[in-house]
């Protein structure tokens, strides 16, 4: 893997262009609000220039392992709340 400092333009914090902008004689300004930075970027042949810590975007099975887990822990805390609920109304009625 390539790594290096990189030129890049950044709008909306978000890099636009790696390497220098090209004006194409005047004909293509950066766009508003845009700045020119220097970045540790690294190289890969399947996603091309990416900046330093960027992560790899999840596969769909891993998105849908991921899914999984969080709706059962959100079944999971709902059923504690529906409890909790029991429990406080059972006090207050008492």
Do not use: C, H
Not at 20 to 28: A, R, S
Not at 48 to 62: D, F, I, K, S, Y
Not at 73 to 90: H, K
């Amino acid at each position: 893997m390539i790594q290096e400092v990189k030129t890049v333009v950044v709008l909306d914090n978000e890099i636009i262009n790696v390497g220098e902008w090209d004006y194409q004689e005047g004909q293509n300004s950066l766009p508003n609000g845009a700045t020119v930075e220097e970045r540790e970027m690294f190289f890969t042949d399947e996603y091309g220039w990416r900046e330093v810590g960027w992560a790899l975007p999840m596969t769909l099975e891993q998105e849908n392992k991921l899914l999984k887990l969080q709706n059962q822990a959100n079944a999971e805390r709902l059923e504690f709340m529906e409890d909790l609920i029991a429990e406080i109304a059972m006090k207050v009625y008492e």
